[in-house]
């Protein structure tokens, strides 16, 4: 059978997605760090504002390129922050005609508001990233931590959605010489700009006028980049690891997120259920003390320490039962991917040791 | 304090926390319980999720307003609505004059654009329209489910934002109501929600901070989630335990209630650590929600929330509210 280590060691990438709050960067760190565990070079790429994997990797302040994380390692391990603005600018850098067009497009208002504030850039960001590392740089494994995205779309689709952004239609017509059937469109185009400048303001509106007729010309080059990153994404060497936690709700997310995959041909690899409820004795099967008698007890011997331990099983039992029930039909939707399951440590995750106590977990022991 | 005092100290509640707190069940269950006191009350949520009506067990959540509690003696009643930001782009656009083209404005892109144009705009609609709202007196209190934390900052930032960048026409004066109604402790306080855990405990330390200093915004007390319901009991070993109640533990009893023991022990201490470190770095107060076990939220355990936050709120020092 295959397991989630297999899984990794046969990917030169490796996609971390998942909700919000389930420990997806932390996860994208353990792949990374396990990688370089098993003799790899391996980067990781979070985007996680809160410089949480920074804390965890005991660094100060990651920045947009890799930094190396010195271990007890026979591989490598790097680290970096996406930095969606400046990605962007080295993106528009690269695909410019020459360094005027480009410091045009930089000092635009309105391309500024793009590189920083559009809904999309980021997940466009860290896929263009991903490609920079994974094919222009010299690394065995590539992991990223995806936004806390809802939808697998958002992410898989933003760097379409932004080229197709930048090659509008409608900005096209509106810089197109005026001249026979062209210039009726321009009219109503110029019609509807004339309303929402008085709406919006006219100097807004004149930026991003601005900021098309600088761009002009290279929307070829970032459609083509767009699809290189999706060919990247849906190739075989690139593995889609679903990140959950056991809680309804973002068990249903984490289902949503599978389905939108497939929907893009893509399987998901690999499912890593964090902060399960650890299961003690045998289990919910056969077990002497199930939930029901568990409980019972601690309702007879209320008020007392003994009642107290066994409430605190009750709840345990309770809570594990109905995290399996939770995730049955998650499981054997990602099947055959392997699925791991890791309990709640009693402790924080806020230095390496701690990493590769997860590390073990999820991916077992390092083999000699 | 007197939970419905504490409920009418202002006529927004904006609730806001890191993914994955239990934001949303703090939104439903704060409802709840100012229903329950007597204040007709609206929820909003701006993210087009819907997880919200699967907990009071009712259908889905769009655009209308939905009744998620009716009125009735003991309750002042709940209604709920999304307003995400396209809507309230079209609703704005539509307002003034741009009605008859608006489906063109979205397929052709052009809202994409303005929206560029201007970041922070469709926040700043988003609010516009809650602040609209607030003016009516269709309900007593209006409790806004924000965006996940680093989103929440610059959702509410967006004001102070535009009301600096632009400076005049009706964007500006958008901006600058909404800034009053932000700014205003009378009429709007922000309820940061967290679990009782390192990580999400520095975010919400951050939030806070950021929220007071850059935004302006009067802080409500903190609501931690998932706080484990104490079990002194654990102190004692099982055997000892069982002992003095003078009864005999069976085969892996003992081992088994142990180590569920520990196990809740190690947690606890966790949860104790943040809880006071919390306590020392923020000046607010804290409403604590005992962690549920059952794995289902239901209209059942909603109510048992708003039973404890109302309890924890008759228990906050006179004034703790605001």
């Known amino acids: 059978m295959t397991t989630l280590s297999d899984v990794v060691d046969a990917s030169h ?163 197109t010489p005026t001249r026979g059937i062209v210039k009726a469109v321009n009219v109503a185009a110029q019609a509807v700009v004339k309303s929402l400048s008085k709406v919006v303001g006219g100097a807004v509106i004149g930026d991003a006028i601005a900021f098309f007729q600088a761009f002009e010309g290279m929307e070829e080059g970032f459609k083509e980049r767009a699809t290189h990153v999706d060919r990247l994404l849906s190739a075989e060497e690139t593995a889609f690891i679903l990140v959950a936690s056991p809680k309804a709700d973002t068990v249903a997310e984490a289902a949503y997120f599978a389905e939108k995959l497939r929907e893009h041909d893509i399987e998901v690899r690999g499912l890593i259920v964090n902060r399960m409820q650890p299961v003690f004795g045998q289990g ?6 199930g939930p029901e008698a568990a409980r019972e007890r601690a309702h007879t011997l209320a008020g007392t320490a003994i009642g107290d331990h066994y409430t605190c099983l009750a709840d345990a039992r309770q809570l594990a039962r109905g995290e399996a029930e939770n995730l049955v039909g998650l499981t054997d939707g990602v099947a055959p991917a392997p699925v791991v399951r890791v309990e709640i440590q009693p402790f924080e995750v806020t230095d390496l040791e701690a990493l590769e106590v997860l590390g073990e977990l999820i991916l077992g022991p390092v083999e000699p | 304090m007197n939970p419905e005092q504490f409920f009418r100290a202002s006529g927004l509640i904006i609730v806001a926390g890191k993914g994955g707190v239990g934001k949303t069940t703090v939104t439903a269950a704060l409802a709840v319980a100012a229903s329950s006191v007597g204040l007709r009350t609206l929820i909003v949520e701006v993210e087009g999720k819907d997880g919200m009506t699967s907990m009071f067990e009712t259908g889905g959540l769009n655009y209308d307003e939905l009744i998620l509690v009716h009125a009735a003696e003991e309750h002042a009643g709940v209604r709920a609505r999304t307003l995400t930001p396209d809507d309230a782009l079209l609703d704005y656009l539509s307002g003034r004059g741009l009605h008859r083209i608006s489906n063109r404005l979205v397929k052709s892109g052009v809202l994409d654009m303005v929206a560029t144009a201007i970041p922070g705009i469709r926040d700043i609609l988003v609010l516009g329209k809650v602040k609209q709202l607030e003016r009516t007196d269709e309900q007593d209190l209006i409790i806004l489910d924000a965006p996940a934390a680093g989103h929440a900052i610059s959702f509410l930032r967006s004001a102070r934002g535009l009301a600096d960048a632009v400076k005049v026409g009706p964007i500006s004066t958008q901006a600058e109501e909404v800034l009053e109604l932000l700014n205003d402790r009378r009429r709007c306080r922000v309820v940061l929600v967290t679990l009782p855990e390192e990580t999400p405990v520095n975010e919400l330390i951050e939030t806070a901070f950021s929220l007071e200093e850059e935004v302006g915004v009067a802080l409500g007390p903190v609501v931690v989630n998932g706080v484990l319901p104490p079990l002194p009991g654990l102190e004692v070993d099982p055997h000892a335990a069982a002992d003095e109640t003078g009864i005999t533990l069976l085969d892996e009893e003992p081992e088994l209630l142990a180590e569920a023991g520990a196990f809740r022990r190690s947690r606890e201490a966790i949860q104790r650590t943040q809880l006071e470190r919390m306590a020392d770095v923020l000046p607010l107060p804290q409403l604590r929600l005992p962690y549920l076990f059952s794995s289902e939220l239901g209209r059942e355990e909603l109510d048992r929330l708003a039973e404890e936050l109302l309890t924890g709120i008759h228990a906050l020092p006179e004034g703790g509210g605001a």
């Open chain 1, 284 to 289: 919910d099967d056969g077990m002497a003390l």
């Open chain 1, 13 to 175: 990438v490796v996609v971390c997605c998942g909700s919000g709050g389930v420990g997806k960067t932390t996860t994208a760190a353990v792949i990374a760090l396990e990688a370089a565990r098993r003799g790899r070079r391996a980067v990781v790429v979070t985007i996680d504002p809160a410089r949480r994997l920074a804390d965890a990797l005991g660094l100060e302040g990651l920045t947009n390129t890799p930094s190396r994380i010195e271990g007890d390692w026979p591989g490598e391990m790097y680290a970096l922050m996406l930095d969606t603005k400046s990605t962007f600018d080295g993106l528009v850098t690269r695909y410019s005609a020459d360094p005027e067009q480009a410091g045009r497009i930089l000092a635009n208002g309105f391309y500024q508001n793009i590189s920083s504030a559009l809904s999309g850039t980021q997940e466009y960001m860290a896929s263009e990233k991903l490609y920079e590392l994974a094919e222009e740089c010299d690394y065995d494994l590539v992991v990223v931590d995806t936004p806390p995205t809802r939808n697998a779309h958002d992410f898989l689709d933003a760097p379409h959605r932004l080229a197709h952004f930048l090659d509008h239609r409608l900005y096209k017509v509106l810089m």
